[in-house]
């Protein structure tokens, strides 16, 4: 995987009162952030809710594993946390999950 193009996925969820919220610090704080990184190609944010949470799934894809730890530091499955996250999140993702994209 270290010279393939790189997927990560990072998942999380929010209570449905802080989904707009919570959206616009994705919006303001991380894609600006991503879209800076050195080795980063592009990102999918998707959301959905249901009666009670909206769910956050984020795929990132880097030109290589290596690229990712421009955004992450040295341990690329750990998920990259802020403060106001806990503020938003409910059961914060403690990792992500990387994936080779092959097609």
């Not at 955004?71 to 690329?76: C, H, V």
Request: aromatic content about 16%.
């Amino acid at each position: 995987m270290k010279n393939a193009i790189s997927t990560r996925i990072w998942q999380g969820k929010t209570k449905n009162e802080h989904s707009d919220i919570y959206q616009r610090i994705i919006e303001e704080r991380d894609i600006p952030g991503y879209e800076k990184t050195k080795g980063f190609i592009k990102f999918s944010f998707l959301k959905r809710s249901d009666d009670e949470f909206t769910y956050f799934k984020l795929l990132t894809y880097w030109e290589e594993l290596d690229a990712v730890s421009n955004f992450t530091g040295p341990n690329y499955t750990e998920a990259k946390g802020y403060p106001e996250d806990a503020q938003y999140l409910v059961d914060y993702p403690g990792s992500v999950e990387l994936l080779e994209v092959f097609a």
